[in-house]
């Protein structure tokens, strides 16, 4: 519930500390636990390879995978539809909320989710709340 509040998970920071979790109980620091350490090494080991899997189906796959329906705009925030409008493909003028897609937004929430990892502390910031917002948005909007 706390990474979906804030609009995703930190896939690689995530995967950085089970892989943390591996070296340490590879480590064995129980000598009596050596098996159960190794056997949770393991573990955190598969859980790392799969949040990799995760983050690049997230950034590289699931645009091209994504339908290009209409968002319904209804429910949305007007600086969220601004935003849409702003990052449309190369034209200044802005476009009709009715012609905003998934697959556009999608990118948008890709983009914002990169803005956020590059300033992990800025959780006030008006492009996390942006990015919430969106996020909420597409799960609300999309199959899982």
Same mark, same amino acid.
């Given at each position: 519930?706390?990474?979906?509040?804030?609009?995703?998970?930190?896939?690689? +920071?995530?995967?950085?500390? %089970?892989?943390?979790?591996?070296?340490? =109980?590879?480590? %064995?620091?129980?000598?009596?636990?050596?098996?159960?350490?190794r056997? &949770?090494? &393991?573990?955190? =080991?598969?859980?790392?390879?799969?949040?990799?899997?995760? %983050?690049?189906? +997230?950034?590289?796959r699931?645009?091209? &995978?994504?339908?290009?329906?209409?968002?319904?705009?209804?429910?949305?925030?007007?600086?969220? =539809?601004?935003?849409?409008?702003?990052?449309?493909?190369?034209?200044?003028?802005?476009?009709?909320?009715?012609?905003?897609?998934? *697959?556009?937004a999608?990118?948008?929430? =890709?983009?914002?989710?990169?803005?956020?990892?590059?300033?992990?502390?800025?959780?006030?910031?008006?492009?996390?709340?942006?990015?919430v917002?969106?996020?909420? *948005?597409?799960?609300?909007? %999309?199959? *899982?």
């Amino acid at each position: 519930q706390v990474s979906y509040g804030r609009g995703g998970h930190d896939h690689v +920071l995530m995967r950085d500390a %089970c892989l943390e979790l591996v070296t340490l =109980l590879g480590l %064995c620091p129980i000598p009596a636990l050596e098996t159960y350490h190794r056997n &949770m090494a &393991m573990r955190y =080991l598969f859980l790392a390879a799969d949040l990799a899997e995760r %983050c690049q189906t +997230l950034g590289i796959r699931l645009p091209t &995978m994504v339908e290009d329906t209409v968002l319904p705009s209804s429910t949305l925030p007007p600086a969220l =539809l601004e935003e849409l409008s702003d990052h449309s493909s190369g034209v200044d003028a802005k476009e009709p909320a009715e012609s905003l897609t998934i *697959a556009r937004a999608v990118r948008l929430q =890709l983009s914002l989710t990169r803005e956020q990892s590059a300033d992990p502390v800025g959780l006030n910031d008006p492009s996390s709340q942006l990015s919430v917002t969106l996020h909420r *948005a597409l799960a609300a909007h %999309c199959p *899982a």
